[in-house]
């Protein structure tokens, strides 16, 4: 399995931006789409953004035209810039590889937690 670790995470004011970053185990050029979840309190885990090896990016419509995912194929590293931060975007953060069938699959890391409050 590809192993993740997440980082940038913390508290910060409504409109304020926060950049969240994980380290990925494996080139990222192996793995064909990487994705930034994140799971609130008493909700599921859900998916906010994918990056695919070709450069293709989809986002929810919860988080679209505010938040951007990027990868550094150099660094191994993916990025999540997250700009105009709301309260309902506090939540744990978690990048993983988004599965296909027979792909490399990742396993789930302790997250980074955003809270996004005055």
């Known amino acids: 399995q590809v192993q993740l670790v997440e980082s940038g995470g913390g508290l910060v004011q409504p409109g304020g931006s926060l950049r969240l970053s994980c380290a990925v185990s494996e080139s990222i050029f192996r793995l064909n789409t990487m994705g930034w979840y994140r799971q609130a309190p008493g909700k599921e885990r859900e998916l906010v953004a994918f990056l695919t090896r070709g450069g293709n990016t989809r986002y929810a419509d919860s988080v679209k035209g505010r938040f951007t995912i990027s990868g550094d194929g150099a660094e191994n590293t993916v990025h999540l810039q997250m700009n105009s931060l709301k309260p309902e975007d506090t939540a744990v953060y978690y990048c993983?590889?988004?599965?296909?069938?027979?792909?490399?699959?990742?396993?789930w890391g302790q997250g980074t937690q955003v809270t996004v409050s005055s």
């Open positions: 993983n590889v988004v599965p296909v069938p027979g792909g490399l699959r990742g396993s």
